[in-house]
């Protein structure tokens, strides 16, 4: 069975760091593009940053551009999302998700969409950036 396991959230007081992780299990990342994408309470979700599946092409939400750093170790079957200089507005539940196969077309707008085009979901970490 395809599963997503998000871990690494938590409490961080401004200008701190994390690193989240989304570890697959029941089939390998390797043909799949990886995203993260978060939400807060009452708000949409958005996306995060998103990594290709071979690893070459990534893409962020400006808003976290120069902060976070997504990465990948297929070998490990596990992507990180590096964070930080967090900032209370990047408080929200963090999610992962997988496509498989998907053309850089498809790719390119990941972020934009939020994952519309992702179908497989963790069951996301929370993390809360706050003094």
């Known amino acids: 069975q395809l599963q997503l396991v998000e871990s690494g959230g938590g409490l961080v007081q401004p200008g701190g760091s994390l690193r989240l992780s989304c570890a697959a299990s029941?089939?390998?990342?390797?043909?799949?593009?990886i995203g993260w994408f978060r939400q807060a309470p009452g708000k949409e979700r958005e996306g995060v940053a998103c990594i290709s599946s071979g690893g070459d092409s990534t893409s962020y939400a400006d808003s976290v551009k120069g902060r976070f750093t997504i990465s990948r170790d297929n070998a490990k079957n596990t992507v990180y999302l590096q964070m930080n200089t967090l900032k209370p507005e990047d408080t929200a539940s963090y999610y992962c998700?997988?496509?498989?196969?998907?053309?850089?077309?498809?790719?390119?707008?990941?972020?934009?969409?939020?994952?519309?085009?992702?179908?497989?979901w963790g069951q996301g970490t929370q993390v809360t950036v706050s003094s």
């Open positions: 998700a997988a496509a498989y196969n998907i053309g850089y077309r498809v790719f390119r707008r990941c972020v934009a969409t939020a994952g519309a085009d992702f179908g497989s």
């Open positions: 029941g089939f390998t990342l390797d043909y799949y593009a």
